[in-house]
């Protein structure tokens, strides 16, 4: 079947993520595999704006899986947001030639496709970011490696805590949403694991958990909270002191979560949706987003995506309260 375009851009937007670079290479190699030309736009929305641009052929995307960061860098464009960028945008397409454009991002990205796609381009957006914080999908690029990276730290933080007999008490990224510290959580073995979206009890949710397990024998304890948290660590930090008079010490893992090699996990995904984004362009398809649905590659139109909502994992909450509650 003749694909029913023949010139694609893709681009990766906002904050980067482990298994980006394996999605823009599963895009490139699969529209090169169905006679469809490939076009990097560098920078995001602001290379597009600007004109920035990289040709991509079969090589330059060969030994890139591997990579963290993005080889077509990253940036968020206020530029691209006023009417005037925004026919920058459709203009540098046209001069480009083309046809239509893979977005690899979060919610902001698509928002963005889709004024694009208003103007007439066709357009999908892949799901990139350690947040794990887009609704229509159970997973998003970079959750996994994002999750490995600050395990690893929480787990040398913990022997040192518990040489010193102190509470650790870690702050990780997450943007609004709690699913990258209730999964580090979980796996951590985290004494109390605080989220954005429930709300805040400290007697109830901090004080009393921590109390329980120092009567239950423990002498060292791991508080995981999610930046979207009001106050973060350092005020999480301060009532534990008051509260408990522990020895406590804050880290905030920062930008060390969104770095390094992705893991097995993060190059499938990628390479499955990378792969589905442009089959969907050859159907003749727009206005998608690529997502996955437990094991199942899946789509969805982007505006019924971007007004879906999504909780924290239920079970995921369950089994976290049982294994703090003692
Ligand atoms: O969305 C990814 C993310 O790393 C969030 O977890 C975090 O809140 C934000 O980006 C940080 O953005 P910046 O790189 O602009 O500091």
Redesign the pocket.
């Given at each position: 079947m003749k694909p029913a375009v023949k010139r694609i851009g893709v681009f990766t937007s906002?904050?980067?993520?482990p298994g980006m670079n394996a999605a823009v290479r599963a895009v490139v190699r699969t529209a090169l595999h169905h006679g469809i030309e490939c076009i990097g736009i560098r920078r995001g929305y602001h290379g597009l704006i600007s004109g920035d641009f990289v040709k991509l052929d079969f090589e330059s995307v060969s030994d890139t899986s591997r990579r963290g960061g993005t080889m077509l860098y990253s940036a968020?464009s206020k530029e691209f947001m006023t009417e005037d960028g925004l026919d920058k945008a459709v203009a540098t397409c046209k001069m480009l030639g083309l046809d239509a454009l893979v977005g690899i991002g979060?919610d902001g990205t698509f928002r963005g496709l889709l004024t694009l796609a208003n103007k007439g381009i066709s357009v999908i957006g892949i799901p990139g970011?350690?947040?794990n914080?887009i609704a229509c999908s159970t997973y998003t690029i970079g959750y996994d490696t994002a999750s490995n990276t600050a395990l690893e730290s929480i787990d040398r933080l913990r022997d040192t805590m518990k040489s010193h007999e102190r509470c650790s008490v870690v702050e990780v990224?997450?943007?609004?949403a709690g699913h990258?510290a209730m999964s580090v959580g979980i796996s951590c073995g985290a004494t109390v694991v605080l989220t954005p979206e429930n709300e805040l009890d400290y007697d109830r949710d901090v004080v009393e958990p921590i109390r329980r397990a120092r009567l239950a024998g423990r002498t060292h304890f791991m508080v995981i909270v999610a930046?979207?948290v009001p106050g973060g660590a350092y005020d999480v930090a301060q009532k534990i002191k008051e509260a408990l008079a522990l020895d406590t010490r804050v880290t905030i893992l920062g930008?060390v979560?969104?770095g390094g090699s992705p893991t097995a996990r993060d190059r499938m995904v990628a390479t499955y949706m990378g792969h589905a984004a442009v089959h969907l362009l050859a159907e003749g398809k727009t206005c998608r987003v690529v997502a996955m649905k437990g094991d199942d590659v899946v789509d969805y139109d982007i505006t019924e995506a971007l007004n879906m909502t999504k909780g924290l994992e239920k079970y995921g909450l369950e089994v976290l309260s049982d294994m703090t509650g003692i």
């Open positions: 906002g904050g980067d993520a968020r979060g970011t350690i947040d914080d990224m997450g943007h609004r990258l930046e979207g930008h979560q969104r």
